[in-house]
């Protein structure tokens, strides 16, 4: 990456993702200000130390994982840089799951992908993700899961920059279904 990762903790994996969210810090050169800004933060911040807060933003940013955004009134925005925006995600897709509804709708969704040999590495990431959120392989480089998972395929994809590789299907039927039922624990009726 060409700089050394900085140690992240709960609080720089908070603002990271705050910013992922679309939120923005805003900071001024004016003391005052900033603790209005500082002052804005969601509830659950406020319990920590704002020293900390300020910390935190200080250590990513020379870390590269913030940049600035200056503005004509003087006020300087913080926001995601690229970097930044690779680290928030890694952040979400390592306790990425999958909600199960109540009720299967009775559509399979299926995920294939034709990713080629030079970009190996990209195939082995994406086989484990999907593994690890619940799909099964069905064979080769296709993947089926019985419940709604568009939102948490597209976040994969967005992470790895793999979306032009793959495509996802909605399936009303599977040849192999009763198998694939008893690896997902359909209780039989």
Not at 60 to 72: D, F
Not at 115 to 143: M, Y
Request: proline residues 3%; contains cysteine; hydrophobic residues 40%.
């Amino acid at each position: 990456m060409g700089y050394n990762a900085p140690r992240m903790g709960n609080l720089k994996k908070k603002v990271l993702l705050f910013l992922l969210a679309g939120v923005a810090l805003g900071l001024t050169r004016s003391y005052k200000k900033q603790l209005w800004i500082l002052k804005q933060v969601p509830k659950e911040w406020k319990k920590g130390n704002r020293q900390a807060l300020q910390r935190a933003i200080n250590s990513l940013y020379t870390s590269h994982l913030l940049s600035e955004k200056h503005h004509r009134d003087g006020t300087t925005t913080l926001i995601l840089s690229e970097n930044g925006k690779r680290k928030a995600l890694q952040f979400n897709i390592d306790k990425m799951e999958i909600k199960k509804p109540t009720r299967w709708d009775g559509k399979w969704r299926i995920v294939m992908f034709d990713i080629p040999e030079k970009l190996r590495r990209l195939r082995d990431s994406l086989r484990l993700h999907f593994r690890e959120i619940g799909l099964i392989e069905l064979q080769k480089s296709v993947f089926v899961y019985p419940y709604p998972c568009r939102k948490e395929i597209e976040f994969i994809l967005e992470f790895y920059n793999a979306r032009r590789y793959v495509r996802f299907v909605l399936a009303e039927k599977i040849d192999n279904e009763l198998h694939l039922k008893n690896k997902f624990n359909f209780k039989q009726h």
